[in-house]
């Protein structure tokens, strides 16, 4: 390896959504030659967790893959093979299955850490080279429900509609579900401060995390109420008088039925199924509604439910009933979890949807990229199946498979279900930067660059647009996914389309997004690198096609001697499409969209409204989108003459619906798909761990933190540990409907004592996912990852 840059490179994490700013330094007394050092970026403030700081340790690992490996008829084993030789197999694989089956026989799969780059590019290969529906990724898996619940009450999915600097300057957080303390540790920083401002944090948690402990009231419901917790709530506010009326009226519909839903959930029966007591609830309301500002912010926990959509929009009633939405300092937001988790759902690789959040149903959206990709809009498949329907359908109707940055043997639900349907394929390939327990199970196996040896982009949780760059040439042997898209394409017939200069997809990504609700076509690699950020909306301005500068290729990905890039490569074959035309919500079209689909963005699915009219950003639509002044960040420093300054705070004067009210959607609770029982009388819930990320393909490599967190457990609390007889540390057997997994007991009065916690970042024994349900939300398909029901056993001694 050698070092592109002599003096740092600024660039971001490759791990979560908070995408904290870092410097990339020579140092070659360190093992890779690079070293993360400190820089000033807003939102981590330089801060960074164990997770971002050993981040360059897996560049350099001796287990990363460095060639191409295809498993051979002879034994049966992933042997080395070339470039050629890998992507021709693949080629034929992916073919044969087409020829035998249809294209919808080939599935593929993304994942929430892809660049835009290559989420779109995954995206556009599978509608345009296979021509499959049979395309999602495990950002399903994250914060689908609640992007679905936001694009019901606002029309519009970003994660946060405002950024975390306004967390401290508000006056009360509600945070349901979210244990930022081990997952971003630097976003801490903004609840200290809130407290420190005098404002008010809840935090709703079944166990007494360390974000927990940070709260001025701690809420520990049982897994699965967070909907009647909020119900419970709503009720109260209503009860005692604390409602907005003027706000109710004038900018929101559908109270009177939201309404009613609450008040059938009165507080002792709220308290009866959550085990909230009656008086934290009451407590619970005097502290969100004393002051002017208040939040909530959702995670995992309430969304990654069968009625996650539901349960977040109950928590989105209760910030509407009480003034608080589309005001500044306040509202609701979701953490988005995954690194480009807010991006990677913008883009194309979810079943139901095009780039800039189009939905592949609306005929005017299929049009307008249909355009842009020079192809036929009758030739663009509809919605597919989501990621868990997907999995499931392997060995199936789906025969073979693509996989991108995604680890479904650790992370899906019911593993080792979804294990049995990977090796049941007729032909697997995998793009990874190691083997991974999804990688080791394929037939071709290709090695791909990692974040600090490529430029692209990524979204982060506050909705602003980032720059990843280029610090160090890849190994020898490494090529880019930009790379095997344009090569597979080639071999699968689509010559041009394709390029492997991530600079010129994002040039087509901001066309293709143009007019879109997650527009990015004023944003170009010049401005990121030069504001360091920019919040979508940010549309191109009449009369220009970005920024200054714009037009121009940047450089910032040019490197002669790049063997990830293609020379061949010929950005001519791009269509060049139009960036005003083809605005969503043509209701003329009569292109049929998919009866049989129940995805979010299905025009048959009895959600309200058209969420693609009114568009924030649009300078014509008289939404946010220009700058007041009036707030720290409002409009970012590059504001000038024909140029979109970007869009930080959403809905300060009308939301994305059709008449620009937000909607109350009236929600009630129901139990969950697994309620315990006399064979399995107790709650299992999952999450993370700070010292590992996601299903720990790259962390598990890291020394550091292998040694902070080395492997799975079970916590549970010192009541139900005497109940089955085992101490602290000792192997607890864990058995759900789905499997069984054994891990030490970890003992801690934390954790109700009806329930047990795992960790979900190993495989083997200890795979959580081998016993989580699932049951899928039917709104979002956002499987049941956070309660099902389970019985603990000792562990015979061996
Ligand atoms: Fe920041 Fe997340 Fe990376 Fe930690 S893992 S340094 S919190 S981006």
Redesign the pocket.
């Known amino acids: 390896m050698h070092i592109t840059t002599a003096s740092p490179t600024p660039t971001h ?1 490759p ?2 959504a ?3 700013g870092m410097g990339l330094a020579q140092d070659p007394g360190r093992d890779g030659g690079l070293a993360v050092v400190e820089r000033a970026f807003p939102v ?1 403030r330089g801060a ?2 164990g ?2 700081r050993t ?1 360059t340790e897996v560049l350099s690992s001796r287990v990363r893959l460095t060639e191409p490996l295809i498993r051979t008829h002879a034994t049966g084993r992933l042997e080395p093979a070339t470039w050629e030789e890998a992507l021709d197999r693949i080629a034929e694989g992916l073919s044969r299955t087409r020829a035998e089956h249809g294209p919808d026989a080939v599935g593929v799969f993304g994942g929430g850490g892809l660049t835009n780059e290559k989420a779109y590019g995954l995206g556009k290969f599978a509608r345009v080279v296979l021509g499959t529906s049979q395309i999602d990724y495990n950002g399903r898996f994250c914060m689908s429900s609640a992007a679905a619940a936001h694009q019901r009450a606002f029309g519009l999915d970003r994660g946060l509609p405002f950024p975390l600097e306004d967390i401290p300057q508000t006056g009360c957080v509600i945070l349901v579900g979210s244990n930022l303390a081990e997952t ?4 801490l920083r903004y609840l200290t401060e809130l407290r420190e401002n005098g404002g008010t944090l809840i935090v709703v948690d079944p166990r007494r995390t360390r974000t927990a402990e940070q709260a001025d009231l701690h809420l520990a419901p049982r897994p699965g109420t967070d909907l009647a917790l909020a119900l419970g709530l709503l009720h109260l506010v209503v009860a005692e008088g604390r409602t907005d009326e003027a706000y109710i009226r004038e900018r929101t519909s559908g109270w009177a039925q939201a309404r009613a839903g609450a008040m059938a959930h009165w507080p002792e029966l709220v308290e009866r199924i959550t085990g909230v007591s009656v008086p934290e609830l009451r407590e619970a309301v005097r502290l969100f509604c004393a002051p002017e500002n208040a939040m909530v912010l959702t995670a995992r926990g309430p969304e990654q439910q069968s009625k996650g959509t539901d349960t977040v929009g109950a928590w989105i009633n209760l910030v509407l009933a009480t003034g608080r939405a589309g005001r500044p300092l306040s509202g609701y937001g979701c953490l988005t979890g995954q690194g480009n988790g807010q991006g990677g759902r913008e883009h194309g690789q979810k079943a139901d949807q095009l780039p800039g959040y189009r939905k592949l149903t609306d005929p005017a959206a299929r049009a307008h990229v249909a355009e842009v990709w020079g192809v036929d809009p009758e030739s663009l498949p509809g919605p597919g199946r989501s990621a868990y329907e997907l999995l499931d359908a392997l060995g199936g109707d789906v025969r073979s498979l693509l996989l991108m940055g995604s680890n479904p043997v650790v992370s899906a639900p019911r593993a080792a279900h979804v294990e049995g349907r990977l090796r049941s394929l007729d032909f697997l390939a995998v793009a990874d930067v190691v083997l991974s327990e999804t990688a080791a199970l394929a037939d071709v196996v290709l090695p791909v660059t990692q974040w600090a040896e490529e430029t692209g982009t990524t979204t982060n949780l506050e909705g602003r647009v980032l720059l990843r760059r280029r610090a160090i040439t890849p190994p020898d042997g490494v090529r880019t996914d930009l790379f095997v898209l344009h090569e597979l394409a080639a071999r699968l017939g689509v010559e041009k389309g394709f390029p492997t200069d991530p600079e010129e997809v994002f040039e087509e990504l901001r066309r293709a997004s143009a007019g879109g609700p997650a527009d990015y076509s004023g944003i170009t690699y010049r401005r990121l690198a030069e504001e360091d950020g920019v919040f979508w909306p940010c549309p191109a301005q009449a009369g220009t096609d970005g920024a200054s500068g714009d037009g121009e290729d940047s450089g910032l990905d040019a490197t002669p001697d790049d063997p990830a890039s293609d020379p061949a490569d010929d950005p001519e074959g791009v269509p060049a499409g139009d960036p005003t035309s083809g605005l969503p919500g043509d209701p003329t079209s009569e292109l049929p969209g998919d009866p049989t689909s129940e995805l979010p963005g299905d025009p048959t699915s009895g959600l309200p409204g058209d969420p693609t009219s009114g568009l924030p950003g649009d300078p014509a639509s008289g939404l946010p989108g220009e700058p007041s002044g009036e707030l720290p960040g409002e409009g970012g420093e590059f504001v000038s003459a024909g140029v979109h300054p970007g869009t930080p705070r959403l809905f300060l004067d009308r939301f994305a619906t059709e008449d620009g009210r937000a909607r109350f959607v009236p929600v009630t609770h129901r139990a969950a798909a697994e309620e315990p029982d006399a064979e399995f009388p107790v709650l299992l819930t999952t999450g993370r761990v700070v010292a590992q ?1 996601q299903s720990g393909a790259q962390t598990r490599r890291v020394a550091e933190l292998n040694a902070a967190a080395p492997g799975p457990f079970v916590e549970l609390h010192p009541q139900l540990a005497a109940r089955i007889g085992v101490a602290d540390g000792e192997d607890v057997t864990v058995v759900s409907r789905r499997g069984t997994a054994v891990a030490p007991a970890k003992v801690t009065r934390t954790i109700r004592p009806d329930t047990v916690f795992m960790p979900f970042h190993w495989a083997g024994e200890g795979r959580a996912n081998t016993l989580t349900h699932p049951a899928l939300d039917p709104v979002s398909r956002m499987p049941e990852f956070k309660v099902c029901a389970v019985r603990l056993e000792r562990t015979a001694s061996a």
Do not use: E, I, V
Request: hydrophobic share 30%; aromatic share 12%; charged share 5%.
């Open positions: 994490c791990y979560c908070l995408q904290c981590n960074l967790c997770k971002g981040a971003m540790p630097p976003a990320y």
